[in-house]
């Protein structure tokens, strides 16, 4: 298997842009969660979903934020305006069907630049 | 309400010399307790996890935690550190039937010649 796939792995915009940043999940897992990991905050969890419903997004930080996954092989984070507060390593993660002892298996990361 | 606590935010050893990284949970059930690790540049990746079992736990590259409930706590030890497990350690809970863990803010681990 090819692991979690993300793209891009690096962006840079300005603010005000869009942002969207991409994932690939391991087929076969039911669970897919966003995350982001700054010095100042370390590993955030944005949002997660199961079987392609979101089910807590009471880590995303504003309304600018959204996430979608239209079937259970991609999955969205859009960022609608961007600000360069918004500068950090994006990772997603999938994990198979729920079990409290089943580990998580994280993408490479998307590093974004909000100039 | 399940949390991680993780001492220290760097540390460091020479190689050749014991790693010790600690970690402290707080679950109102029995934990599910994990370790990952983050290399420069890359997503975090499983080292090892306590599910019930064995107390010890063994992990890849020579590492090893112990789960001690009285201490609510799951160290990370290897006997002898080498230049290439310079990294970012996390440690995580899960607990209560919730599959979602917590994860502590992480510990550098810097390894000297």
């Known amino acids: 298997d090819a692991g979690v796939i993300q793209s891009p792995r690096h962006e840079v915009t300005e603010m005000g842009q869009e942002v969207t940043l991409r994932c690939k999940p391991i087929s076969g897992h039911d669970y897919l969660f966003w995350y982001r990991q700054t010095m100042m905050r370390g590993l955030e969890l944005l949002i997660y979903f199961n079987n392609n419903v979101p089910i807590d997004d009471s880590g995303m930080p504003e309304d600018r934020f959204s996430a979608k996954m239209p079937n259970a092989s991609f999955s969205t984070l859009k960022i609608q305006p961007s600000e360069p507060r918004d500068s950090a390593v994006y990772f997603c993660?999938?994990?198979?069907?729920?079990?409290?002892?089943?580990?998580?298996?994280f993408g490479p990361g998307t590093r974004l630049t909000v100039l | 309400a399940q949390s991680v606590t993780q001492l220290g935010s760097h540390v460091s050893v020479s190689e050749g010399a014991l790693v010790l990284l600690r970690c402290n949970y707080s679950s109102s059930v029995p934990p599910y307790l994990f370790w990952y690790v983050q290399y420069p540049n890359q997503g975090l990746q499983l080292l090892l996890k306590?599910?019930?079992?064995?107390?010890l736990v063994k992990g890849i590259n020579g590492f090893e935690a112990e789960f001690k409930k009285s201490e609510t706590s799951f160290h990370l030890t290897k006997p002898s550190a080498h230049m290439s497990d310079a990294a970012e350690y996390f440690c995580?809970?899960?607990?209560?039937?919730?599959?979602?863990?917590?994860f502590g803010r992480g510990t550098s681990l810097i390894v000297h010649p």
């Open positions: 993660a999938s994990s198979p069907r729920g079990s409290p002892y089943n580990e998580q298996f």
């Open positions: 995580a809970v899960s607990s209560g039937g919730s599959y979602i863990p917590t």
């Open positions: 306590y599910t019930s079992a064995a107390t």
